[in-house]
């Protein structure tokens, strides 16, 4: 075997197929060129979260086992989102001496404690699965057989028996007629518990024009509600509506009533890329000076890390025009720094 640098060649060199997705703001697929341009530092990381990737590294050998092994690993990043390729490389060490000293039949994912895992929540594990299985085209499990039985005749079954994991994989389904025709057709009678959960799984989601609309009529409908608020919001995260959803953003920021500090951070969280728009970030950060200035430094120091946003960001602070607010949010920005 040749010299082994990166995740991908080892990977390749194993004969395993490989999928890599970004877990940080969202569940997204990572294309292998793309991941591999990340490991060799031709590009940053897309999508970084408190400055760190994010990504669950799925694999298997069809030659072998074909069973599906998974690594979640948590990679630290550089102020301009580039791989720390000496973190890499040490996770890299760990599964190769690993490798050299299994005489046995462990699964290849068995390795010993190391500082770059981390564990899913459960909403992301069970939309992570579900994904998988869709992609992969895997059989549908019992716990999808649960959930569809509970939104076909809902008063029959205690809704807190529903399994999250049959929620998720329903939503993974969509776009499928008949399962998006029952989604919507019984939506509204549904636990408000399970109405959450089935939001909170779109957000992993390329969600179209007419599903886009059905959130942001839930969202008109629980108005004064700020987990639907923000329940609807992350099922935008993907949205392919772009214009209605950057409309409602906008809508959010223009109201002359404070907005939700839960609802800036899912702003930021989930539609940072929408705040490209012009005039949108700067009437975000304003906002964010101005409504909750403790939060100011954090989620500026987030959004500057962001490719899409870098560039805004930095020119942000040379603007001339800044409202006052802004001005001294910066100034205590700089404070900080220096301190």
């Avoid at 992609?135 to 939104?151: F, G, H, I, R, V």
């Avoid at 389904?173 to 939001?199: D, G, H, P, T």
Wanted: proline fraction near 4%; charged fraction near 20%.
């Amino acid at each position: 075997m040749t010299s082994i640098s990166t995740l991908s060649e080892f990977l390749l060199q194993s004969g395993c197929q490989y999928r890599v997705y970004d877990l940080g703001r969202g569940i997204r697929k990572l294309s292998t060129q793309q991941f591999l341009d990340i490991e060799n530092n031709k590009q940053p990381h897309p999508y970084p979260r408190l400055g760190f990737a994010w990504v669950a590294v799925l694999f298997w050998n069809k030659q072998l086992s074909g069973q599906h092994y998974i690594w979640f690993l948590k990679l630290p990043l550089d102020e301009q989102g580039m791989l720390v390729s000496a973190a890499r490389n040490h996770f890299l060490g760990i599964v190769l001496e690993a490798l050299g000293r299994q005489m046995d039949n462990k699964s290849p994912d068995e390795l010993p404690e190391h500082p770059y895992g981390f564990v899913p929540g459960a909403q992301q594990m069970a939309d992570f699965n579900s994904a998988v299985r869709h992609a992969l085209k895997l059989p549908e499990t019992d716990y999808q057989k649960a959930a569809l039985a509970y939104l076909q005749t809902p008063a029959a079954f205690n809704w807190q028996d529903v399994p999250l994991q049959g929620l998720a994989d329903i939503v993974a389904r969509l776009n499928e007629n008949s399962i998006r025709a029952l989604f919507l057709s019984c939506f509204n009678q549904l636990n408000e518990a399970v109405q959450l959960s089935l939001l909170n799984s779109l957000e992993n989601h390329k969600i179209d024009v007419s599903l886009s609309e059905f959130v942001l009529q839930q969202m008109a409908t629980h108005e004064q509600q700020s987990a639907w608020q923000i329940a609807c919001l992350r099922a935008l995260s993907q949205s392919q509506a772009d214009g209605l959803v950057t409309a409602k953003l906008t809508a959010l920021l223009n109201q002359t009533t404070e907005t939700d500090t839960n609802l800036m951070i899912t702003i930021s969280g989930r539609h940072w890329y929408r705040l490209t728009h012009e005039g949108l970030l700067d009437r975000f950060m304003d906002r964010l000076a101005t409504q909750a200035p403790s939060l100011f430094a954090p989620v500026f120091a987030d959004l500057v890390r962001l490719p899409e946003l870098r560039a805004n960001m930095l020119s942000l602070l040379r603007r001339p025009d800044k409202s006052d607010a802004l001005t001294q949010a910066i100034g205590r920005l700089f404070s900080e720094t220096q301190a």
